[in-house]
């Protein structure tokens, strides 16, 4: 049961370029996310998707895009990385009718 | 504004020292509070959701119990292993499925 996976789980970039966030779940959950953790704020939500090709705002999602053409993948692309961008990037899933989410391990973005 | 606040930031226990995490929260009817464990580089991992007043849920040395304003993680005897930290969210109706979560409690436990 792979669950949920992330990749890269690590990453340097340079500002000003493209970058692309994968995360994969293997449970056909309805739902997904995605969050930033950075030391002082804690985890806050960028952006989330009840079902495919259904995509809202979170608390941050400004400078990011998503899209969901497939219920398993939900990539996270940064159009122009900037230095304010640099942080650990988290995925979650929930299925529909329960409200706990599962998070994936993770990737670490640097962007310089 | 819907919003939880962990105390205390940090936590030094001793092997065996039993002691108790804080979640206060605001919010516009909760659907549920969720408790989480994160170890130094990985991601979340599921402990407990609390849904009323009054529940209490249990898994080995831990003990999540909820009231209308806080929620309380007692930890029982603990050990080295459970040194992380402990991260609370909480999920209002009518929010989408979005969680909001506290700073979270980093609990260091020494032999």
């Known amino acids: 049961d792979a669950g949920i996976t992330q990749s890269p789980r690590y990453k340097i970039t340079e500002t000003g370029r493209q970058v692309t966030l994968m995360c994969h779940q293997t449970?056909?959950?309805?739902?997904m996310f995605w969050y930033r953790q950075d030391l002082g704020h804690g985890l806050r939500l960028i952006y989330y998707s009840a079902a495919a090709d259904i995509t809202d705002k979170g608390e941050v999602p400004d400078g990011y895009v998503v899209s969901r053409s497939k219920t398993e993948n939900f990539p996270l692309t940064l159009e122009s990385a900037t230095r304010s961008q640099t942080s650990v990037y988290f995925c979650?899933?929930?299925?529909?009718?329960?409200?706990?989410?599962?998070f994936g391990p993770g990737t670490r973005l640097t962007v310089t | 504004e819907d919003q939880v606040t962990q105390s205390p930031e940090a936590l030094r226990l001793q092997e065996g020292e039993s002691s108790s995490l804080n979640c206060s929260y605001t919010?516009?009817?909760?659907?549920?509070l969720f408790w989480y464990r994160q170890d130094p580089g990985k991601g979340p991992e599921f402990l407990f959701t609390l849904y009323s007043a009054g529940e209490e849920k249990e898994k080995e040395r831990l003990k999540a119990t909820l009231t209308k304003k806080e929620s309380f993680l007692h930890i029982t005897a603990p050990k080295p292993e459970d040194s992380a930290t402990y991260l609370c969210a909480v999920q209002a109706r009518n929010q989408g499925g979005k969680l909001i979560f506290g700073q979270g409690t980093e609990l260091s436990v020494k032999p």
């Open positions: 979650a899933s929930r299925n529909q009718g329960a409200y706990e989410q599962y």
């Open positions: 449970w056909s959950h309805s739902y």
């Open positions: 919010v516009s009817g909760l659907r549920g």
